[in-house]
């Protein structure tokens, strides 16, 4: 059996994509929010998976975290709309990284790996970050956008996994399970 250890819909959205079978349990763990973003995005991926691999025995779990890295900033869920425009603004007209870490976790025996995609966001105008964070849209989603939702129109360019902005990168994942000896698919 697999578990995927999230309250995120995009994530189970992509596990379905793919044929997964599996079952849902969101984490509540206390996630790290400094450090090198390949770090920190790694060890909440491990923290959550480990949190559910605790209450399920001989049972494959699967943790992932995503952050926005600008220059040396890292940026997770806005707290409100005001952080979100704050965010939006500073993302406006640069080139950023999304980074998105995976754990898997079986008993004691854990794997982890990330992925890293960079991301050129257009020049938005003040009006243009007011009307999106109207929508809501950003408002549970690292960096405050959305690349699979309306934010699309503001995308110019996306080098790297597109799975892994969206929040699990889906190749890695795959290569992973396979080195762990975990059937993702059927
Ligand atoms: C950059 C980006 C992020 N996101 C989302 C993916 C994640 O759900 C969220 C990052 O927050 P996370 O803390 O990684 O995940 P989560 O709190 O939503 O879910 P859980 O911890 O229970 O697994 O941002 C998008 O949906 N699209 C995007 O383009």
């Known amino acids: 059996m697999i578990i995927l ?3 995120s819909p995009r994530r189970r959205e992509l596990l379905e994509q793919i044929g997964c079978k599996f079952i ?3 984490s509540s763990a206390k996630e790290v929010k400094h450090g090198l ?3 920190v995005v790694k060890e909440n991926a491990l923290l959550k998976a480990k949190q559910i691999a605790a209450k399920h025995q001989d049972t494959w779990v699967i943790g992932a975290d995503t952050v926005v890295v600008l ?3 890292i940026y ?3 707290i409100d709309a005001a952080d979100a425009g704050t965010m939006l603004k500073k993302l406006s007209g640069k080139v950023h990284q999304v980074y998105t870490g995976i754990a898997l976790v ?3 025996k854990i794997w ?3 992925s890293t995609t960079e991301v050129e966001m257009a020049d938005l105008s003040q009006k243009e970050i007011e009307r999106y964070t109207a929508t809501g849209e950003p408002l549970d989603k690292a960096g405050s956008y959305a690349v699979q ?3 699309a129109i503001f995308i110019k360019k996306i080098d790297g996994s597109y799975s892994n902005v969206v929040g699990l990168p889906l190749h890695q994942l795959y290569e992973l399970c396979k080195r762990a000896g975990c059937k993702l698919i059927e």
């Open 5 to 7: 250890a999230s309250a």
């Open 24 to 26: 849902f349990e969101p």
């Open 37 to 39: 973003p390949a770090e």
């Open 71 to 73: 220059g040396k900033e």
């Open 76 to 78: 997770g869920k806005p």
């Open 106 to 108: 079986y008993n004691d």
């Open 112 to 114: 982890q790996a990330f």
């Open 149 to 151: 939702g309306k934010s």
